[in-house]
Nanobody, 121 residues
């Protein structure tokens, strides 16, 4: 099983906080960039935040200053701390990482099944 597994979604009032966690497979030979994406009803999936193995981060403009991505390379986990949540943050959030299962394999993208985040006004 190499699919990442997300947890931590739920229902929260506007202004509240949630923390999403994602565990990548321990069987991966190498994991590169990790990130979170989201998809709201009727919209395309969009990038929320990414983090490299060295810790460099990128954020969508809409979440800068409110969301923080972090990772633990030893545990193959990536978290997303979401503060000051807004109703427009409501979406299914997907964990993603790029990696390879063995030395000679090309890197591939792996996606979780998603976790629902709902922010009420």
């Amino acid at each position: 099983q190499v699919q990442p597994v997300e947890s931590g979604g739920g229902l929260v009032q506007a202004g509240g906080s949630l923390r999403l966690s994602c565990a990548a497979s321990a069987r991966m030979f190498r994991i590169g960039d990790m990130g979170w994406y989201r998809q709201a009803p009727g919209k395309q999936r969009e990038l929320v935040a990414t983090i490299t193995s060295a810790g460099s981060t990128t954020y969508a403009d809409s979440v800068k200053g409110r969301f923080t991505i972090s990772r633990d390379n030893a545990k193959n986990t990536v978290d997303l701390q979401m503060n000051s949540l807004k109703p427009e943050d409501t979406a299914v959030y997907y964990c993603n990482y790029r990696g390879k299962r063995w030395l000679g394999e090309n890197e591939a993208d792996y996606w979780g099944r998603g976790t629902q985040v709902t922010v009420s006004s």
